[in-house]
Every structure is written in structure tokens, then in C-alpha cells.
């Protein structure tokens, strides 16, 4: 499955970005999908999941209370919504796929997309 993630930019401390990651290539409902960011000079770390029908979902502490991700077979498009964004929260964020759940090591995930940065200035 290809997949191109969409909607990062600049913003402030306090405000809110949507990120989307459209996929094409197999069934995206087969998949269950992961969004993860990369701040400089770190490695790659999980943020949040989602499973294949969009009924669970997972979240690393850190976004627990302000970040929500969803998904949309239909459109075969999986989002996430970032609110009180954090400049902690600047990195690049990219959405991955996989056939198994849970998976927050990105070395499980099977398909990556590229990258959106995201920078939240203070």
C-alpha cells in the first residue's frame, strides 16, 4: 500500500493541526494504521493507532488527552487531529500500515508514507 501523509505546517503553541494520510494501492481497510514523529536529532516513536474498522484506538501518554486519530475506509484516508499542540510536539510525522495489532515499534510496521513536518512555535 502507498501512502502520502498531508497537513503539517507552522502553528502555535496552544493551537491545532489535522494531519491525513490518504492510502492507494490495496485494501486499506485491511490494515490497521499507526502514525508516529521523529523530532531532530531522535528516533522514530509511536503516537497513536488505530485498528482496521476505526473501533479501537491507542495513544502514547504523551497525546493521550489531546490528540485523536480516526479513519475513514471510504476514503481511504486515515487523520490525525492535534489540539493544545506543544512545541514539544514539532517533528516530522509520518503514518504507517500494518496487518497486526498492536504494533508501536516502527520496525513492525510494514508501510510507510512520507512525512509531514510539523512546527509548533512557543
Known amino acids: 500500500v502507498q501512502l502520502q501523509a498531508s497537513g503539517g505546517g507552522l502553528v502555535q503553541a496552544g493551537g491545532s493541526l489535522r494531519l491525513s494520510c490518504a492510502a492507494s494501492g490495496r485494501t486499506f481497510s485491511n490494515y490497521h494504521m499507526d502514525w508516529f514523529h521523529q523530532a531532530p536529532g531522535k528516533e522514530r516513536e509511536f503516537v497513536a493507532a488505530i485498528r482496521w474498522d476505526g473501533v479501537t484506538t491507542y495513544y502514547a501518554d504523551s497525546v493521550k488527552s489531546r490528540f485523536s486519530i480516526s479513519r475513514d475506509n471510504a476514503k481511504n484516508t486515515v487523520y490525525l487531529q492535534m489540539n493544545s499542540l506543544e512545541p514539544e510536539d514539532t517533528a516530522v510525522y509520518y503514518c504507517?500500515?500494518?496487518?497486526?495489532?498492536?504494533?508501536?515499534?516502527?520496525?513492525?510496521?510494514?508501510?510507510w508514507g512520507k512525512g509531514t513536518l510539523v512546527t509548533v512555535s512557543s
Open positions: 504507517a500500515a500494518v496487518d497486526r495489532w498492536i504494533v508501536v515499534d516502527p520496525d513492525g510496521m510494514r508501510y
